[in-house]
């Protein structure tokens, strides 16, 4: 069963108006932006540079590298996923008015994702907020078990959505078919969930890496949820890329604020629930193949010390920071990620069309 038994008749909106609402929303993140970073500086809501590794050592590279951005504004991600809730609700007073007929706050379609953006948003707040203020331990910010228990109630909670109420419980594999999973299907759906929220917060460690493969990603399940019909959706994804355009203006090196986890767990996750919704989940790792590649660098190298004495195989992890410390250079590592990360989501296009 899938989103078609409960969703016979698909809203539609012309791509004219998903442009539209795309360069509103892009044009609101530029405008607003002055005044939030200087809200931030104000508030002195700036970078804590962490004193610890991911495996637990000194993080001596990244201080090295990243010492100057020390008091860098972060939180960025609440004027991304503002930008979006702002164009939602102004299509949807369009709707009301009778200007469309169609608003981007579609239930079969929007609904989740957008909730899952908004939740998630507000776990990397708090987690934010925490770190600046200095709470937790070494890191700063929320300790592992909330911030868990948090992931997993909004990702079963969708899990649940998807397979009691849309009636999803089977996963396409490419050049196969559907492969039926039944109850799996809301584990499945919480470790892609999870999983992919991680990898674009681990992602996010310098000038407009997250942020440039996110618009990559977007584009990618954009345009895959176009051809498939869910037009609702497609302008859903295509207001992410613009509100994370605009964040990208003023993203790249040097950054004049980063997005934080209120940005990268919420835009991770919401690009899982999208994957879920369009049924091209197996096509997210090669979408998405450079936040594949960071979540295991940084698995191989806690692996690697646990099992090989304290030998690391990376300099540093996540791996953007090893080829840092090849000496790579911030923006070279960057440019580079992101034309991998374009490549293959033009093959997973691709896959998801053909497959």
């Known amino acids: 069963m899938t989103i078609d038994d409960f969703t016979p008749v698909r809203p539609e909106i012309s791509l004219e108006s998903i442009l539209v609402y795309s360069v509103l929303t892009f044009l609101i993140g530029i405008c607003i932006t002055p005044c939030f970073v200087q809200f931030l500086k104000k ?21 090295h590298f990243h010492q100057k951005k020390r008091g860098t504004p972060t939180m960025g991600g609440l004027l991304i996923w503002g930008s979006i809730l702002f164009t939602v609700v102004f299509s949807r007073i369009l709707s009301y008015i009778g200007v ?9 379609q929007v609904y989740i994702p957008l909730f899952t953006l908004v939740s998630l948003g507000i776990l990397g707040a708090v987690d934010d907020y925490w770190s600046i203020l200095g709470f937790g331990k070494k890191k700063g910010g929320l300790d592992v078990l909330p911030k868990i228990i948090f992931l997993l109630l909004v990702s079963g909670f969708c899990g649940f959505w998807f397979y009691a109420r849309l009636g999803y419980d089977t996963i396409h594999m490419p050049f196969y078919g559907d492969l039926y999973i039944n109850g799996w299907y809301i584990p499945f759906f919480m470790f892609v969930l999870i999983g992919t929220a991680n990898a674009v917060n681990i992602t996010d460690g310098l000038d407009g890496l997250a942020g440039g493969l996110l618009v990559i990603a977007f584009i990618a399940f954009g345009t895959l949820a176009y051809l498939e019909g869910l037009y609702i959706l497609a302008g859903f994804c295509g207001i992410i890329v613009a509100a994370v355009s605009a964040f990208l203006w ?46 295991f660098s940084v698995i191989a190298q806690l692996l690697s010390k646990k099992l090989r004495n304290g030998k690391r195989i990376l300099k540093a992890a996540p791996i953007h920071h090893h080829f840092e410390a090849l000496g790579w250079g911030e923006s070279k590592v960057t440019m580079r990620l992101w034309i991998i990360g374009g490549f ?10 053909i497959g």
């Open 43 to 63: 508030n002195k809501i700036g970078k804590q540079l962490r004193v610890e590794a991911v495996d637990g050592g000194e993080a001596t590279i990244f201080r």
């Open 250 to 295: 003023n993203n790249v090196p040097p950054a004049l604020f980063f997005m934080g986890d209120t940005g990268s767990l919420a835009l991770g996750g919401t690009l899982a629930v999208i994957a879920m919704m369009i049924d091209q989940v197996l096509v997210l790792p090669i979408i998405g193949i450079i936040f594949v590649v960071e979540m």
């Open 344 to 353: 293959c989501a033009f093959l997973g296009v691709i896959v998801g069309v």
């Open 100 to 108: 469309v007929e169609h608003s981007l706050l579609q239930r079969g």
